[in-house]
């Protein structure tokens, strides 16, 4: 666990009012679990957040209870890669998670950035 997340609601959490459709946002990729989007502010050529529609706060948060929609993010980060052709060249996927990594949204999301060559921290 992580200072801060007992402070952030479900219905105060941005990325759940994303999914909810009363925070408009550009769709990537919805199924049953997943909803993906563009990052409002991109730091490479292709930004996509990939999220679960069901709030978890951050990795930290990742339990056998909730854990297997994380199967299905990652294979919706295969699919919509491989459909914009990231595969061939490459991409990242970060998840920052807490004070040190510099989360600023606490509702658990997959950063997909690429369509450059990218540096490491
Ligand atoms: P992090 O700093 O890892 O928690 O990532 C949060 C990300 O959410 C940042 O890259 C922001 O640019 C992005 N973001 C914040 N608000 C929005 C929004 N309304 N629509 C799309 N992306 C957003
Ligand atoms: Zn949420």
Request: proline share 5%; hydrophobic share 40%; glycine share 8%.
């Amino acid at each position: 666990a992580f200072a801060g997340k007992e402070d952030v609601k479900m219905s105060d959490c941005l990325f759940c009012k994303i999914v909810s459709g009363d925070v408009p946002s550009k769709k990537v990729y919805e199924d049953e679990y997943v909803y993906a989007f563009e990052d409002i502010n991109p730091v490479a050529p292709v930004h996509i957040l990939f999220i679960p529609k069901e709030h978890i706060s951050g990795v930290s948060e990742i339990t056998p209870a909730n854990s297997e929609v994380i199967s299905k993010i990652f294979e919706a980060i295969a699919k919509v890669t491989a459909e914009k052709g990231l595969d061939k060249n490459g991409f990242r996927v970060v998840s920052n998670c807490g004070a040190d990594a510099g989360q600023t949204v606490f509702h658990l999301h997959f950063h997909v950035i690429g369509g450059t060559k990218l540096n490491w921290p």
